[in-house]
């Protein structure tokens, strides 16, 4: 667990929101004439905070809506509704120096590190980017911060900057997409699958990197992945989406061990166990995950719960509080509609019975 | 020989043939055209333009008849052909280069444009260069020469961009769209970078190599286009010594003085082979996955 | 299938439509039409005159509709300048030899490229390979007006087998079709080796000499077939260019074709004739095209049911 997590407590103040995010694609008809009767709900109605150095996880299955969010957020696409707060200041659709401000203070890291780095760019040229754009420094004073950065993920100034991407590993190249990021002194850093086109040997290298790097810079991390035990090493909290919604929200280590969303528990039973003595009850969920075109009326989730209820296709379940800190939605729970009879949700940090699964 | 043999034997010959096939004599040829185009003035042994009438139709000098003065002959004027066909390679040269250069800027601006901005503008600019590349060349040339009136080499320059802008627009724009999808290029909007950052800065150092290989393969082609065009009569204008025209006035001497509309006729071909396989190489070099064009 | 046919219809309608549109003004460019009818001494009142009787006073617009009527209603497209005669009669007359010399091209360029193509594509890297390559790369070299004058000077000239011009005999047609074939030839070669070489590699052709079936049976059924596809398809689009535009090897044989028409009215600045000529080529390169394309349709399984 992530040791700042102390840290964020004592002072819970709220660097990025995400209020009502909506994003709806359209898909045309043959032949462009676009009948655009079909929407894609990639985020259908997201509301979360994201704490000053904290490291907040956002993780689900592919298709799911978490790089959306991502894209959304570092606004390369415009939502279809909601606001994105910043220090408290909506950037959606604000003026040209607030967004200015805003992508100084918000940089991204992505997946491919080998498409992260512009092939005909020297690597020196790649990282100074971001400042250069922001057209504070000097010319001089570019190339001590390019040089400063390169040195604390681990690279030399003198002997790197003047070669191009396809000169370096996949680990360094990681790397110099990190130095990149955090050239212009960002506040908070969103981190898509950061580590999961690398080699296994260097995930934990360029993971540890990340965790001393939010600790020395005070950063704020939010992190997608799909690789839940890199997002339980790095994360305060984790948020679980499921088609184009939020199902869950906690802390880690309430997530981890006492999921309180049937999905979520789904999900944290297909991982490996962390020892081979272990028996798996992995829940396998029946059916597959609908198409985002038209989802499942209700709670998304209804035809594979394995608890489903007869409401759970009429009702959207909001995303509700289940204990300060907890939030999940899920007419499972009181609160929602459901009684604790239900479902035995044991909150005294055990993991829960699986009662009531056939 | 078994399957792993084979395999490395094949490997290795292709090895060979891509490094090694560097086309010394069409780089050497295209040298001297260069040269002789240059420094045409000081080459030149006579006036391209000014012809002796009592020295008319002498031959070359390996045929009887034929003297040392003028290596390839005279024509019907009494011009010195070996001279007119040094400062032949002057035209041929410069149209080719000049109107690739324009045609290869114009066109690539509108590519990354298209590719850039995608939606309508692009729809709206790709059927742009869709009918233009569908008009068939020389008879579009003519066209245009019909309507711009009387043939000068400025407006040849200007016919070729017209019709050949679409041609590398066509291919930037697709290698924009290709550039665009990278995630580079939304990391360095992250960065606050203005599109004129992206286009200039990404995008074009990106297009670049296939780009110019591209502009290197239609130099050929503009070369024989302005050799037709004047041929044809809608070309360079007389008594401009263009290579095209030469030929073109040599016709009815063919039986007799072949070398008139011969000797041209075979520095066209020489000089267009020699880019052909020079770009080719280059092609080659850069990126075989141009191969289809 | 029938969806895509409509589109690519109502898309070659609005070709065609704007072919007219763009001719019709790009010609009004270069100048008043009826100054060039006009003779220098003529008074005024002849000038009116003139210009009453060829629709010419009325404004731009007016004259555009009428033109338009003309060319879909009555397919008038003008009388020639030059020749004194109806646009559409000449062209007429001159689009047979167009497309004769276009047929025996296409056959030229066939019997060359096809059996090279497939043989260099079969024997690849070979010394034949290589030839054939170096020939294709010549060919597509040689500009074809030299071809030409080099074919008369020692066919028709020297043995005296063909004619030296113009469409006169039977056998006046072999020269300018060579010229032309020949010319067409070196992209086709390129084109039939590189679509036979994919599908030699591709995996069902694989499969099936595994199955032992026997080779030369392998490639003629099978891989022909398929590589033939494109260069079929391409071929149409290739026609359409050379009936419009072999314009320089009819110059170069006297070959009273459509692209001598254009030439001879660009040099003579006969605008009707030219306009005419435009039209009508464009035309059948818009016909042309719109045919590949149901070819294409057809033979593309994912066209042929798509919705």
Known sequence: MNPLASATMTDPHVVLEASGLKKHFSVSGMLGFGTGSEIIRAVDGIDFQVMAGETLGIVGESGCGKTTVARLLLLLERPTAGKILFEGTNVVGASGSTIKEYRRAVQAVFQDPFSSLSPRMRVGNIIAEPIQVAGELSNHEVKKRVSEVMGQVGLDYNAHANLYPHEFSGGQRQRIAIARALSVRPRVLILDEPVSALDVSIRAQVMNLLFELQREFDLTYLMISHDLSGVEYLSNRVMVMYLGRLVELAKTEDVFLQPAHPYTEALLSAAPPPHPDIESREIILKGEVPSPINPPTGCHFHPRCPYVLPECSETHPELLALQPGHQVACLLYPDHGGTSAHREWNTKGSSPTSSGIS | ?293 | MKRFLFVRFLQAIVSLFMLVTVVFFLVRLTGDPALRMIPPQATQEVADNIRRVFGLDKPVGIQYLIFLREVVLDFHLGTSQFFMRPVTDLLSMRIWASLQLAVASMFVAFFIALPLGVYSAIRRGSRFDYIARAFSIAGGSLPSFLVGLLLIRFFAVELRWFPICCRSEPLSIVLPALTLGWFVSAAFMRLTRSSMLEVLDAEYVKLARIKGVNEGLVIWKHALKNALLPVVTYSTVVFAAIVGGAIVVETVFAWPGLGKLLVDAVLTRDFPMIQGTVILIGAIFIATNFMTDILYGFLNPKIRFAR
């Open chain 2, 1 to 293: 020989m078994t399957d792993a043999q084979t395999l490395e034997a094949t490997a290795s010959r292709a090895a060979r043939l891509g490094r090694t096939r560097v086309p010394w004599f069409s780089l050497a040829f295209l040298v001297i055209v260069v040269v002789s185009a240059i420094f045409a003035p000081w080459i030149a042994p006579d006036d391209p333009e000014l012809g002796r009438l009592r020295d008319r139709l002498i031959p070359p000098f390996w045929q009887e008849g034929g003297s040392m003065d003028h290596i390839f002959g005279t024509d019907l004027l009494g011009r010195d052909v070996f001279s007119r066909v040094v400062f032949g390679a002057r035209i041929s040269l410069a149209v080719g280069f000049l109107s690739v250069a324009i045609a290869g800027t114009v066109g690539s601006i509108i590519g990354m444009i298209a590719g850039y901005y995608k939606g309508w503008v692009d729809a709206l600019l790709m059927r742009l260069t869709d009918m233009t590349l569908a008009l068939p060349l020389i008879l579009m040339a003519i066209v245009l020469v019909a309507i711009l009136g009387s043939p000068s080499f400025s407006k040849v320059v200007l016919t070729i961009v017209i019709l050949r802008w679409a041609f590398y627009a066509r291919q930037v724009r697709g290698e924009t769209l290709a550039v665009m999808e990278q995630p580079y290029i939304d990391l360095a909007r992250i960065s606050g970078a203005s599109t004129r950052r992206i286009l200039f800065r990404h995008v074009l150092p990106n297009v670049m190599p296939s780009l110019l290989v591209l502009a290197t393969l239609n130099v050929a082609l503009i070369i024989l286009v302005e050799a037709s065009l004047s041929f044809l009569g809608a070309g360079i204008p007389p008594p401009t010594p263009a290579w095209g025209l030469m030929v073109a006035e040599g016709r009815d001497l063919i039986k007799t003085s072949w070398w008139v509309s011969i000797i041209p006729g075979v520095a066209i071909f020489l000089t267009v082979l020699a880019v052909n396989l020079a770009g080719d190489w280059l092609r080659d070099r850069v990126d075989p996955r141009l191969r289809q064009i």
